[in-house]
């Protein structure tokens, strides 16, 4: 059964940094892409970050670009988000998704989500 | 970024069909995919590349439409499907969600 498990949230002051974990079971963590998506408390949803296989590729959008970076550990099946600078607008529920087919770029699986709160 | 245009919310009677619909602001080919997210869980992925069902997901789920234009359609609607429905397109740089339809049995 595949699982992902998301971990670091909480509450933290504008400006400051945080990071989130994502532990990955169930399938060959190495051989797929994965991805962090966010949402806004009663909003939609918002793709924050890709990364490839090996983790020698990664994707943002403008909104995060320079201040949050993903890598992977494929030796511990996680994949993180490392967030800088943070404003109140990040403020959301994150969660890790799978691949499902590479270049395709759907999500066949989520984790549970991590709340991130952003306030001073 | 492509903008991805949905109704707010439905209602509709247990056994009945019912079709969310999702405009794209520009082709996307057949790359939309859709999504249920029910209160208080994360979503899960019903229809990729427009008519795709996904593993484990009921045939009464069916997809439909290329270019801009795609419906997710539900028949016959359960009480379980009260849920909030989103598509998404990943043809164009950004991947972006549509706003969501919010589906209520009447």
């Known amino acids: 059964e595949v699982q992902l498990v998301e971990t670091g949230g909480g509450l933290v002051q504008p400006g400051r940094s945080l990071k989130l974990s994502c532990v990955a079971s169930g399938f060959t963590f190495s051989s797929y892409w994965m991805y962090w998506i966010r949402q806004a408390p009663g909003k939609g949803l918002e793709w924050v970050s890709s990364?490839?296989?090996?983790?020698?590729?990664?994707y943002y959008p403008d909104s995060v670009k320079g201040r949050f970076t993903i890598s992977r550990d494929n030796a511990e099946n996680t994949v993180y988000l490392q967030m800088n600078s943070l404003r109140s607008e990040d403020t959301a529920t994150y969660y890790c998704a799978k691949d499902l087919i590479r270049r395709v770029w759907a999500f066949d699986y989520w984790g549970q989500g991590v709340m991130v709160t952003v306030s001073s | 970024d492509t903008v991805l245009t949905q109704s707010p919310a439905l209602a509709v009677s247990p056994g009945e069909r019912v079709s969310i619909s999702c405009r794209a602001s520009?082709?996307?080919?057949?790359?939309m995919h859709w999504y249920q997210q029910k209160p208080g869980q994360q979503p899960k992925l019903l229809i990729y590349?427009?008519?795709n069902l996904a593993s484990g997901v009921p045939a009464r789920f069916s997809g439909s439409g290329s270019g801009t234009d795609f419906t997710l359609t539900i028949d016959p609607v359960e009480a379980d499907d009260t849920a909030t429905y989103f598509c998404q397109q990943s043809w164009n740089d950004p991947p972006t969600f549509g706003g969501g339809t919010k589906l209520e049995l009447k």
């Open positions: 590349k427009a008519s």
């Open positions: 990364i490839n296989t090996d983790g020698g590729s990664t």
């Open positions: 520009e082709g996307v080919n057949s790359y």
